[in-house]
């Protein structure tokens, strides 16, 4: 619980104390990566569908498939990530300290966290908004009857500044209870400490799908109020490694495309498709050109999968469908530029 | 004591020679040593590591500032105190002053230190008081109200106050939602959502009544020193109470009168989500203040035993001898004694506490240190923020321990 005011004194000694060898070297954090043979990856603890560890202590979730994949080009294998749990407020001087190499955690892309934080989002693995979610006995139907009421929010998130927008702007009054832990929150507003709990609503989603047969009592509220663009995000200053955290996501996403899965991936090494040949490495070098093995999206889609398995996997049995999040072709916004 | 070997009003003493003529006593001084700059001189040695420590000291200092600046020019993290001004768009639930998300950061800032001050002083001035019994409990003649006290320090002492937090937070979050509220008393409700109790609708009149009050204190202070200095010259006893009476009680009461006697009270009533109107308790301070004031009462108590217990028995029994009551005896002769023992470990718990309500943060209410790590990761200025947050407790502590020394020297046992 005390984790934030430790990662934020972490991350003021380590502004204090490392040494700023960073300048010389070109690529410090894709060379630091390669020679630790590990990636420490920050993710967030107990989401269900983006990241929580199963009842096996395997770390599952689109978040935790987003490191899986990143390990999977720079290692071919998937499995070498050490994940680090991460909360609201330790998540940005984890990566900002350098304690994690990448921070696939429901981050929400703004101009700020890029331009005075320091970070470079490497794109957007789930286009997600900001919603309501209340106790179906209220009988509430919309956000625009929840003047006066109490709000349970997670601190150090946009959620709680669009919180505060939303209902500026409707004129209505609030009252917050704001705290940082996950678990604590929900406890919250299931004791009924709060009559609201706001999150991105696919965190509501994944609230809602661990409730068990309580789930019912919960209903989400039809307004979204944000644009929530969640993906990856590095530190600034290393465009090596930059470069292959996004194009390993889009290599997911070309993989959807061109209908490459997991489980024929390997018949399609034979495939006579430019394009498929050149995404699996059997022309074209390029990953030679992102300092990695030419196979490197080989390895991604035989290990991790295609962004539609992906989804499959951990998204869609927390009822959520996919709605914009779709390939660009049947209507969504998932776009890959050419991988050539 | 210096020899006075200058005496003033004599300019001619001024010079040494003069004086050494004057009084030959006071001349006699050690023979000056020569200063030699050699390695066997203890003075040069003791420059000598002095220069060093300081140089080393400076060196880090210096290192650190460079490096922290080049390391956040590499990352590209702006830094100042600018964002200050800015726009904070946080809510923050409790605030002592006006607050909107609408603020900026240092207004955000300020409510979380008012609202960290708000539960230490309580939390400080409760703990005494709750602290103070229990510790004289724990030497009560009565078998089972001194060990009720000894379970309750030994229980309340020993688990972590982190524990302690959450369980009265769990607690709070159990009782009933606000609709069914319980309600021990006509316009008191308990609730998940905190107490709720009538509140007096605030008038010109009642702060009127209020300034007098702190003017009749004023007074009462003031005849309470003429009255002893009367006793002191004429030995003539005038008791204070009759004009403490009439200063303390009777001219707020006759100020509130004479503006018209407002009194209408403000009662909480269900409407809509939640209770509107009445003044609240929240559960989140409620908890902290309980977990607080519980958890270095035990400690007190301790401390009050001990300062009692320093005083020597003889002092008891010449109280008795004197017939003075038990009660008596500990009032008037233990604890004035006591009170030197005790106060200075006291000024530790007092900055304990502070420092412990920094816990709030788990239990989500937002004192400095909440808001300041909110702020640090809506900005990223990291560095700015723990600095804040760190001159905010130092003023606060270094501040009781101002007080409490004054206190201190001011109960000390006057040696003449």
Redesign the interface.
């Known amino acids: 619980m005390r984790h934030s005011m430790h990662a934020g004194i972490i991350a003021a000694a380590f502004t204090l104390g490392t040494a700023g060898f960073a300048a010389a070297q070109q690529a410090p954090t894709f060379d630091a990566v390669k020679a630790r043979g590990v990636l420490n990856c920050g993710v967030s603890t107990g989401v269900a569908g983006f990241s929580n560890p199963d009842s096996q202590g395997v770390w599952r979730g689109l978040d935790v498939d987003g490191c899986r994949a990143v390990a999977a080009a720079m290692f071919g294998d998937a499995s070498k990530v050490r994940y680090i749990g991460t909360t609201s407020q330790s998540r940005f001087p984890a990566l900002q300290s350098g304690e994690v190499d990448l921070l696939v955690r429901t981050t929400t892309w703004t101009l700020a966290r890029e331009a005075s934080l320091g970070f470079q989002f490497a794109g957007i693995n789930f286009y997600d908004g900001q919603a309501f979610m209340v106790k179906r006995s209220l009988g509430v139907t919309s956000a625009k009857q929840l003047d006066g009421a109490t709000v349970c929010v997670q601190p150090g998130t946009t959620t709680e500044l669009n919180l505060a927008d939303y209902f500026r702007t409707n004129r209505m009054s609030f009252r917050a209870v704001v705290i940082e832990n996950v678990e604590e929150i929900r406890n919250a507003f299931i004791s009924g400490r709060c009559d609201v709990y706001t999150s991105d609503s696919s965190s509501l989603a994944s609230f809602r799908a661990t409730q068990g047969p309580n789930a019912e009592q919960y209903v989400m509220l039809p307004e979204i109020i944000s644009k929530e663009p969640l993906g990856p995000v590095v530190r600034k200053g290393d465009q090596k490694w930059f470069d292959l955290v996004r194009w390993t996501f889009f290599a997911k996403i070309a993989a959807e495309e061109l209908g490459v899965t997991s489980a024929n991936v390997d018949q399609m090494l034979q495939s006579q498709n430019p394009e498929i040949q050149r995404l699996l490495g059997v022309t074209g070098g390029l990953g030679q050109m992102l300092g990695v093995d030419n196979r490197w999206a080989y390895n991604i889609i035989k290990q991790v999968g295609n962004f539609e398995e992906i989804w499959e996997r951990n998204i869609t049995p927390i009822g959520v469908p996919r709605g914009i999040n779709a390939l660009w072709t049947k209507g969504g916004l998932m776009y890959a530029p050419p991988i050539r | 004591m210096p020899p006075p070997d200058r005496v003033s009003g004599d300019k001619r003493d001024a010079m040494p020679n003069q004086a050494a003529t004057a009084d030959p006593r006071y001349t006699r001084r050690p023979p000056a040593r020569r200063f030699s700059l050699s390695w066997r001189d203890p003075r040069v040695r003791n420059i000598f590591w002095q220069v060093v420590i300081l140089g080393v000291v400076g060196l880090a200092v210096w290192w ?1 500032a460079v ?2 600046m ?3 020019e ?5 830094t100042g105190f600018g964002f200050l001004e800015r726009e904070a ?5 409790e605030h002592l002053i006006p607050y ?3 603020d900026t950061y240092a207004r955000a800032l300020l409510v979380g230190v008012l609202n960290t001050l708000r539960v230490a002083v309580i939390g400080a001035v409760l703990a005494t008081l709750l602290g103070t019994i229990i510790g004289i409990a724990r030497l009560s003649r009565n078998w089972l109200v001194a060990k009720l006290a000894a379970v309750y320090v030994e229980v309340l002492r020993d688990l972590p106050l ?1 524990l302690q937090l959450l369980f009265w937070y769990g607690l709070m ?2 009782l009933p ?1 606000p609709r069914q509220a319980l309600k021990p008393l006509e316009g008191v409700f308990l609730s ?2 905190g107490i709720k109790f009538p509140w007096l609708v605030w008038e010109p009149a009642h702060s009127a009544a209020l300034l007098a009050l702190a003017g009749g204190l004023v007074g009462t202070w003031a005849v309470s020193r003429a009255l002893r200095a009367r006793q002191n010259a004429t030995g003539q006893r005038t008791p204070l109470w009759p004009f403490a009476l009439a200063l303390i009680v009777g001219l707020p009461l006759a100020v509130w009168a004479a503006m018209g006697a407002p009194f209408t009270l403000d009662m909480p009533v269900l ?4 209770f ?1 109107g009445g003044a609240t308790i929240s ?2 301070f409620a908890a902290l203040l309980l977990g607080l004031v519980l958890y270095t009462a035990a400690f007190v108590a301790e401390i009050v035993r001990a300062g009692i217990q320093a005083i020597h028995h003889g002092q008891w029994e010449a109280a008795g001898a004197l017939g003075l009551k038990r009660s008596d005896q500990l009032r008037l002769v233990i604890l004035p004694q006591a009170l030197r023992v005790i106060v200075p470990p006291l000024t530790s718990q007092y900055l304990n506490i502070t420092k412990n309500s ?2 709030a ?4 209410y ?1 004192d400095i ?2 808001v300041a ?2 702020t ?5 200025q ?2 700015e ?2 600095a804040i947050i760190m001159i905010v407790y130092l003023t606060i502590s270094l501040s009781i321990s101002a007080f409490m020394n004054w206190y201190n020297a001011k109960i000390a046992l006057k040696e003449r």
């Open positions: 650190l490096n922290t080049r390391n956040l590499v990352r590209r993290i702006a768009g946080l809510p923050i639930g909107s998300p609408a982190l979050q159990g939602g998940n959502r409407r809509g989500f939640n509107q559960p989140e920094s816990l943060v788990a239990i989500g937002q240190v909440s790590n909110t640090i990761n809506q900005t990223g990291a560095i923020g723990i």
